[in-house]
């Protein structure tokens, strides 16, 4: 592969980059903390595609002028790489945390790669650090070029870990496309780190992060804005498309909050979406399995759909949920209290399609509401 041929390359992912990071900035809601990472991701690996091909063009005795710039865009880029893979943790975590109230810590301890790769790309200026760029400029690897991959690496594994320690919390989708983010480019780098002419790292992490902007998108179109819980969307692909495996070992449970129209007369519409917000963080916490699918299908109604979980856990779940409500209810930190009825119904051969069986748990979820307003 010819020098020209790997900054073509180089330029064409910039190009797609710099696109991207106009779309994200301009399109995705940036209050999400997960949001904002995933542009300051895209323009820092923008950045350091730039500043690669430039170190590139610069490697030459013929533009011996340009030497002090030559040192100035390494050390810019030795400088930053290690911190978009620190993003990359950050953005796992805040992903993670995205529906809990106990929030996952930030190690700390992960900030001293960074300052130790720090001081060795500083003191590379004058040719003793992790580069040396020579009087003929010309860039060489330094004696302590052994920080960056060490660096790197650490990154690499950590996160991945922290995705393994965490995997209840990601779907399998999310365990698959965010073990890449880490896995794919740390193969690359092997192979830069080994054959230095191969500009490998950083135009692979670039079409990665490409994949993975896609998969945000596509995970955003099926959220709920106001819960972060699936929504119609997701629910109407579900139904469409579900197989007769999964069809013949699914439940679906209907959820309805109870007196919604009640607590927005007395206390407004905004402390309606806290109790319609509040009581979908209750579902995730009450819900701790992988295979399952939380549906706001608008209003104050709920879908959950379980797949290969036997009735005594289902039932297990929805015990968990009223214990989480009334847990809720004795914290007083707001006016209203929540209460829900629910109806719940596992498919059977009796069932011609998985819309009677969500048809029937909605009815028995309509039923428990009704005897409750008799009862009162």
Known sequence: MTIFLQVQINIVLSILLFILLGHSYSNINRKKITNRLVIWIIGLTWVT????????????????????LHKLVNIIGFIVTPTILFLGYIFSKEWANRYQK????????????????????LISHNGGGIFHVSNENIYERGPLFFILPCVSYTYFAYNLYFIYKHRKKFTNAELVIFSSFNIIPALFTSIQLKYSAYLTTWTSTAIIIVIGYIFILNDQAYRDSLTGLENRLSYDKYTQNIGYKKLSKLFAVYIDIDGLKTINDQYGHYEGDEAIKAFASLLHESFPVRQKKLIRLGGDEFLILLERQPIEKVVTYIQNLTQCVETYNNKGEKPFRLSFSYGMAGYTK???????????????????????????
């Open 102 to 121: 106990e929030k996952i810590k930030v190690n700390n301890i992960l900030l001293l790669p960074l300052i130790i790769n720090g001081i060795g790309t």
């Open 350 to 376: 009796a069932y011609k399609s998985i819309y009677q069986l969500l048809e029937y748990a909605d009815q028995l979820m309509y039923l428990q509401k009704q005897n409750r307003k008799n009862r009162l």
């Open 49 to 68: 595609l730039i500043l690669e091909t430039l170190s590139v063009l610069l490697n030459s005795p013929n533009l011996r002028q340009f030497i002090v």
